[in-house]
């Protein structure tokens, strides 16, 4: 998988939230995306999802049906979860997805609560867990999945300082591992653990 961008850009209205962005990100590897509030960040990971579709340019994912990938592992702002569910059954539903059998998909999910550091919430229900806990759980269920291609969506921005860390570094080994995390940040420091950051404002990468 390949993601590649030319000549991207989005408007709203009369007002162009970015333009002009050519890319090409292939795993395995960490892309953070930044820039301001407003600058589009979020809605290009729309775009690179096939949810949103581009008012310029083209961004496609190189596969073997070259068309944008509907099985993504999308880690998102107040994701939604099944809050009459444990955090446990939470995570295991992305490997589920993926038709991973039962065991394993809970397995998974095991380990991934411990990587994040929330293993013991495992049999809380979602509708018990505060809004830091959920996003945790939320990062943790997009992991299991082991997608090759991870769109998070600031997966920090509710977390204290030691869960960004935990957090950052688990992207960063799920890039190390194969896939193509790309992920939309304001926080320099998280951005820090990525390969590339790419500067949606400026339209520069380091």
């Given at each position: 998988?390949?993601i590649?961008?030319?000549d991207l850009g ?14 090409a990100w292939?795993?395995?590897?960490f892309v ?5 509030s ?8 729309g ?5 949103i ?6 961004c ?14 999308w880690?998102v702002q107040n994701?939604p979860?099944?809050?009459?569910r ?11 997805f993926?038709?991973?059998?039962q065991?394993e ?12 550091g929330?293993?013991?919430l ?33 997966p ?16 960063r ?5 194969g ?7 304001h926080?320099?420091?998280v ?8 500067d949606i404002?400026?339209r520069?990468?380091r």
């Amino acid at each position: 998988m390949r993601i590649v961008a030319r000549d991207l850009g989005m408007r709203f209205g009369s007002r162009w939230l970015f333009q002009g962005l050519d890319f090409a990100w292939e795993p395995p590897s960490f892309v953070s995306v930044t820039g301001p509030s407003g600058s589009g960040k979020t809605t290009l990971l729309g775009v690179i999802s096939g949810s949103i579709q581009a008012s310029a340019g083209d961004c496609i994912a190189e596969t073997d049906e070259n068309r944008a990938p509907s099985s993504a592992g999308w880690i998102v702002q107040n994701s939604p979860l099944l809050v009459s569910r444990t955090a446990l059954e939470n995570v295991a539903l992305g490997p589920l997805f993926r038709r991973v059998p039962q065991s394993e998909s809970l397995a998974r999910a095991e380990q991934e609560m411990a990587r994040l550091g929330i293993e013991h919430l495992a049999n809380v229900r979602a509708k018990k867990l505060s809004g830091g806990e959920r996003q945790r759980v939320t990062v943790a269920r997009a992991l299991a999945s082991q997608a090759r291609l991870i769109l998070a969506d600031e997966p920090t921005s509710s977390l204290d300082a030691e869960a960004k860390v935990r957090v950052a570094t688990a992207l960063r080994s799920a890039a190390d591992d194969g896939a193509l995390v790309i992920m939309a940040t304001h926080d320099k420091d998280v951005a820090a653990f990525a390969d590339t950051v790419f500067d949606i404002g400026q339209r520069t990468t380091r």
